[in-house]
């Protein structure tokens, strides 16, 4: 039930760290060893080539785990939109190893997907919310998000739950392969370290409806910038604002929006910028700089060692592959406070379906 809340998304969002203390405890032990099955480790050491396939915000959580598997475990990583991909195979590597994200486990592109690859014998894995799901049932396969059920249409929790356990999984794949850069990465630590960082974000929920108010509630559109991690979640901010508050909302790579988009940019149209990894700050800044003399009205949100005086929203520092579980929360907030505002339904946005079976 939702208790106190008036809606289901709220309710999720606030249970975020929860959720992520909850997967902490039940993939990793205190000596930080991780809890996977070794025969699924054993497969994916096997395999030349990760393919993600998701859609939606599962999408987005698997184009943050692409930086995940990327670093920690050496393995190149794909990731595909499952209606996509269905129809128009890229040509695989040698040794694929396919990885299936769906909160609910039942999301009808993805499943033909797996139907395909399975006539293969091309090796599957489901992370999902939904133990008995389809998905999970019929992968070799599945790790549990453990985010309790996912009422709310717009998908909150099950976003950061998948990037947790894709956490763990690139930190178990990276250890057995010895890659130096899993063995230096503290996921246990880092995961904890984020749920304080969302918790700090949580808290800041009056403020955060107060942004919302200034920037988004009588808009017609909005952008979203960032590089890198913060480029994939500019793809997910925009995602929820559309789907809740229905304002059109676009998610770029920082670097990109000069080569066409800044057309659209006029008085007082809001960008958000993330600004959350160091080796590409001060080029975001510099996109920054072009919206603002066009007259956007940018908002910022910055990891704290890259703050800089006028950021609208910074959080503590924890690694860059993990900050994207905090920077998401202002802008799951940003979604709800202006779709409240609009007298939207919140949990049963228009149009829309909690889990997709037809292609
Ligand atoms: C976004 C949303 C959808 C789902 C997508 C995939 O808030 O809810 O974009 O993420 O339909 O659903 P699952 O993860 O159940 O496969």
Redesign the pocket.
């Known amino acids: 039930s939702k208790g106190a809340y008036d809606s289901y998304m709220l309710k999720e969002i606030d249970e975020q760290p929860a959720v992520l203390r909850r997967i902490i405890q039940t993939y990793t032990n205190i000596n930080g060893d991780i809890n996977m099955s070794s025969e699924l480790i054993e497969r994916l050491i096997q395999s030349d080539r990760l393919y993600i396939v ?6 987005h959580a698997g184009l943050i785990g692409k930086s995940l598997f990327e670093q920690l475990t050496d393995i190149p990583v794909e990731v595909v939109l499952a209606s996509e991909f269905g129809y128009h195979l890229p040509k695989l590597s040698a040794h694929p190893f396919f990885l299936f ?7 009808a592109d ?1 499943r033909q997907v797996l139907v395909k690859i399975k006539k293969q014998n091309y090796p599957s894995l489901t992370i ?2 939904v133990a008995d799901s389809t ?1 999970s049932r019929e992968a070799d396969y599945t790790l549990l998000l453990h985010a309790g059920p996912e009422i709310a ?4 929790k ?2 950061t739950a998948q990037i947790a356990v894709e956490s763990l999984l690139a930190k178990f794949l990276g250890t057995a392969k010895k890659i130096e850069a899993a063995r230096q990465f503290d996921v246990r630590q880092e995961l904890s370290l984020a749920a304080t960082g969302m918790q700090s974000m949580i808290d800041e929920k009056d403020y955060i409806s107060k942004l919302a108010k200034k920037y988004f509630y009588n808009q017609r559109t909005a952008f979203f910038i960032g590089r890198g991690n913060g480029y994939y979640l500019s793809l997910e901010a925009a ?2 604002l559309k ?1 809740v508050s229905y304002l059109h909302a676009e998610g770029f790579a920082a670097g990109e929006l000069k080569h066409g988009t800044i057309a659209l940019i006029e008085q007082d149209t809001p960008v958000v910028a993330f600004v959350t990894e160091a080796k590409t700050a001060d080029h975001t800044r510099s996109n920054v700089q072009e919206v603002l003399s066009r007259g956007a009205k940018v908002l910022i949100i910055s990891q704290e060692n890259l703050v800089h005086p006028n950021d609208q929203l910074t959080f503590p520092v924890i690694s860059e592959l993990l900050n994207p579980l905090v920077a998401i929360i202002p802008t799951q907030l940003f979604a709800y406070f202006t779709a409240k505002a609009r007298g939207n339904n919140v949990d049963q946005p228009r149009n ?1 379906a ?3 079976t037809v292609e």
Not at 101 to 107: D, Y
């Open positions: 998701a859609a939606g915000t599962s999408y994200l769906s909160q609910s486990g039942e999301t993805s999902t919310n998905l249409v717009a998908s909150t099950a976003y995602l929820k789907e829309l909690k889990s997709v």
